[in-house]
């Protein structure tokens, strides 16, 4: 049983983990461009362009903090399933 817990725990860290990385850095460059995009229609009033761009990226900043939780949810599961292997 120990053996099983062990193996699952090295899976969780070699797979999810680097997941983990790009989901984050994603969410950090999408969140980046909606700042950018924001601050450049706050200074110069905003074209029809300007809002597509400003509606593409929240919508894009929306997917990765979807995928984040959903992520989150994933290793919730395999650290409870591992805990309850224990017992």
Same mark, same amino acid.
């Given at each position: 049983t120990h053996c099983i817990s062990s193996a699952a725990s090295d899976v969780y860290k070699r797979q999810l983990n680097p997941i983990q990385r790009r989901l984050d850095a994603h969410l950090v460059d999408s969140q980046q461009q909606l700042d950018d995009i924001a601050l450049n229609v706050a200074q110069g009033?905003?074209?029809? +362009?300007?809002?597509?761009?400003?509606?593409?990226?929240?919508?894009?900043?929306?997917? +990765?903090?979807?995928?984040?939780?959903?992520?989150?949810?994933? #290793?919730?599961?395999? +650290? #409870? +399933?591992i805990i309850n292997d224990f017992n």
């Open positions: 009033g905003a074209s029809q +362009a300007d809002s597509y761009a400003f509606f593409e990226a929240s919508m894009d900043y929306s997917n +990765a903090s979807w995928a984040v939780g959903q992520l989150l949810s994933v #290793k919730h599961g395999l +650290a #409870k +399933a």
